[in-house]
């Protein structure tokens, strides 16, 4: 149950050595035949759900917890080596970790990742997989992410982040990794750099919604978002002085608040970022950025 657990769902029918049911088999450290028979057993007590061929261990309350203990009874590199075999499985236990961000383990295999090149630490030469991985991976431990993104950046520039297969991926990727505090100003300078290098007019509008009073996304400080304003302020790019500017005329507004971004992210809870608690804590805000 434990190692059916690690991903999301599985085939029961492929043959072969890459099957499925030989993948996980040799991860449990049985024969094909023995974790069949046990599957069916899991099913017989309504804890898999089966949709033709495809099986999945649930509730997911339940199948979290078990692939958080197989990833305590597992060494990495076995896991590694059953679930690379095939596309299917490797995604779907990206899936799985997921929803594992209070994992421990999960967030060493997560950093792991991030920082090997032959797996997430090449951002700019992602594959649909890998890219797939990489957005699952982020909401277990965001801080890596961002910095994998921010280094790659550094080295090859940011044109990767609007242009190529996933130009729609970084820029609703890059909200969520700007949620936290420490993280925004990163994040929130590379979402710009996709403004400055497109001319979508929602990348530009999503960007903006971070500097909103409500429904933000993040819970950086009003003086963090007037870092950035700042910075923009001071680059020799004329359209980044404009962005600037209407940064600042968003963080004025006092209505008519909308989101047009989707603040679920993993199994974390849902986070539409800082508000105001108090009459004082407005006043505050707009007394900083006037």
Not at 81 to 91: G, I
Request: net charge neutral; charged share 20%.
């Amino acid at each position: 149950a434990q190692v059916c657990a690690l991903v999301y769902s599985f085939d029961v029918e492929s043959e072969g050595e890459a099957s499925h049911v030989n993948a996980l088999a040799q991860l449990a450290g049985l024969t094909p035949p023995q974790l069949f028979a046990m599957i069916a057993t899991l099913k017989s007590r309504d804890l898999v759900q089966s949709r033709s061929k495809w099986r999945a261990v649930l509730p997911h309350a339940l199948a979290n917890r078990l692939a958080k203990q197989a990833l305590q009874h597992l060494q990495p590199g076995r896991i590694e080596q059953a679930l690379a075999k095939d596309e299917h499985l490797l995604k779907s236990f990206g899936r799985r970790l997921s929803y594992l961000h209070d994992s421990k383990e999960a967030a060493q295999l997560a950093e792991r990742w991030f920082a090997d090149p032959s797996w997430l630490g090449k951002p700019d030469q992602l594959n649909l997989i890998e890219m797939s991985l990489f957005q699952h991976l982020a909401s277990v431990t965001p801080a890596h992410a961002l910095a994998t993104l921010e280094k790659t950046s550094q080295k090859e520039g940011t044109a990767f982040l609007s242009s190529g297969a996933h130009w729609t991926d970084w820029p609703k990727l890059l909200r969520h990794l700007a949620h936290d505090a420490a993280s925004f100003q990163t994040a929130a300078l590379l979402m710009h750099a996709v403004c400055i290098q497109s001319d979508d007019k929602s990348r530009l509008d999503s960007w903006l919604e971070m500097f909103g009073l409500y429904l933000s996304g993040t819970k950086a400080t009003v003086e963090q978002r007037l870092a950035v304003v700042h910075h923009l302020l001071a680059s020799p790019n004329q359209t980044a002085r404009q962005h600037a500017v209407e940064a600042l005329g968003f963080m004025l507004k006092t209505g008519d608040f909308r989101a047009h971004h989707d603040f679920r992210f993993g199994s974390r809870p849902e986070r539409v970022g800082w508000v105001p608690a108090t009459v004082d804590e407005q006043m505050h805000w707009f007394q900083a950025v006037l």
